[in-house]
């Protein structure tokens, strides 16, 4: 498939809702915004980053993710302004502390929740309100550790 831009298996540019090129755009900024503004941070500071989550079309997730629409931040996601990661050797209690230096190097517009129980970050943007990492556990539920 040279010459093709794939996003995810099954996903071109050209399905990306060819009748609104003025959405289109939008949702194509806010993958590679979301995307260089995460991705390479969290690189920087953990080993082995992948990404769990990414961009989803509001069409897919409304008819095979509802229980994702459901989450708080769930409809990000489908504005290419989420992305969930995990890295090599996840360890709650240190990786914390170095989610703080990360925090310092995202831009204004971004939340980070960092999730305990299941060994991940939401990385989330376009936020109105102060950048933020909040820690979600089962057992305590959110905690703001740090905001700007």
């Not at 755009?25 to 260089?36: A, P, R, S, V």
């Not at 409304?62 to 302004?81: D, R």
């Not at 925090?103 to 102060?130: E, I, S, Y």
């Not at 909040?134 to 740090?146: A, C, M, P, Q, W």
Request: glycine letters at 6%.
């Amino acid at each position: 498939m040279k010459g093709v831009i794939q996003f995810a298996k099954g996903i071109t540019f050209e399905k990306l809702n060819p009748l609104n090129l003025a959405l289109k755009n939008d949702y194509i900024n806010n993958l590679f915004y979301t995307g260089f503004n995460s991705i390479p941070k969290f690189n920087e500071v953990f080993d082995g980053v992948r990404v769990i989550r990414s961009f989803v079309s509001n069409a897919y997730a409304s008819a095979n993710c509802k229980s994702m629409l459901k989450e708080k931040y769930g409809y990000k996601y489908t504005e290419g302004l989420a992305v969930m990661l995990t890295w090599d050797k996840f360890h709650p209690v240190d990786d914390i502390v170095k989610c703080l230096d990360v925090m310092t190097r995202l831009p204004n517009d971004a939340v980070v929740l960092f999730h305990v129980d299941d060994k991940c970050v939401q990385v989330l943007f376009g936020n109105v309100g102060p950048k933020q990492l909040i820690e979600v556990s089962s057992t305590t539920g959110e905690h703001l550790i740090y905001s700007s």
